[in-house]
């Protein structure tokens, strides 16, 4: 099965792509993940993508786009996948189209999680991000076992640099901007499915697994 998350920064696509990833057995692809390793690890990749992340704006699609296929060809995505964060544009969704169709294979689900702008500030401010297993978490709504620390791996918890209240006014707009088109990409290719993101973290999987069965 191929999973798309679509939704605003911030509407919980990297908490529900987490859990399908483990109900479905599939791995949980995130470019946003794979920039930050490579920031932490200090790789080239990593110092080019910060210029633009810091500011809330999106890596140039030469390079997402080439890390992301580069991902989906290796062995563990055999079976399908669940992409976070890819596509963030119409090209990106054109490219990823053309690679799949030279497979003979197609997305089964772009999962549109809804949140309106007006949450988004209050929940990328509560936002405790581990930058070493990638696990995300929120200081009211699904706060760890113990503040501040990594409950799977006890490492620290951090705000993110990009999940400053002004780059995330900035991360909205580059969404509704280049993101949000990709609403009519996949409702044309009748695989779109939007669900409630407001609601508790539970209940939006429990929508998500009804559409995917
Ligand atoms: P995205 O991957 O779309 O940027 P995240 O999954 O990281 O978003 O979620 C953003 C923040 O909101 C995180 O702090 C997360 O813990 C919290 N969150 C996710 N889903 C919910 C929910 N249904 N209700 C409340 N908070 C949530
Ligand atoms: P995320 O973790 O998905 O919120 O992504 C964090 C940041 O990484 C974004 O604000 C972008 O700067 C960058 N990024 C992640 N995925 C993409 C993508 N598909 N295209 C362009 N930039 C991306």
Do not use: W
């Amino acid at each position: 099965m191929k999973i798309i998350m679509l939704g605003a920064p911030g509407a919980g696509k990297g908490t529900q792509a987490k859990m399908i990833a483990e109900k479905y057995g599939i791995p949980h692809v995130s470019t946003g993940d794979i920039f930050r390793a490579n920031i932490k690890n200090g790789t080239e990749l990593g110092m080019e993508a910060k210029k633009y992340m810091d500011q809330g704006l999106l890596v140039p699609d030469e390079l997402t786009v080439k890390i992301l296929l580069d991902r989906v060809a290796q062995e563990d995505c055999r079976n399908g996948y669940v992409l976070d964060g890819f596509p963030r544009t119409i090209p990106q969704a054109e490219v990823l189209d053309k690679a799949l169709a030279e497979l003979g294979e197609e997305i089964d689900y772009a999962v549109n999680v809804d949140v309106p702008d007006e949450n988004i500030v209050k929940r990328m401010s509560g936002r405790r991000a581990c930058l070493s297993c990638g696990a995300t978490y929120h200081i009211e709504h699904i706060p760890p076992r113990q503040e501040g620390i990594c409950d799977n791996c006890s490492q620290s918890l951090v705000l993110r640099d990009d999940d400053k209240p002004e780059t995330v006014q900035n991360r909205l707009k580059v969404y509704h901007e280049q993101t949000q088109p990709l609403i009519d990409f996949y409702t044309a290719k009748g695989v779109l499915r939007t669900v409630d993101g407001t609601v508790d973290m539970k209940e939006v999987f429990d929508a998500i697994v009804s559409i995917l069965g």
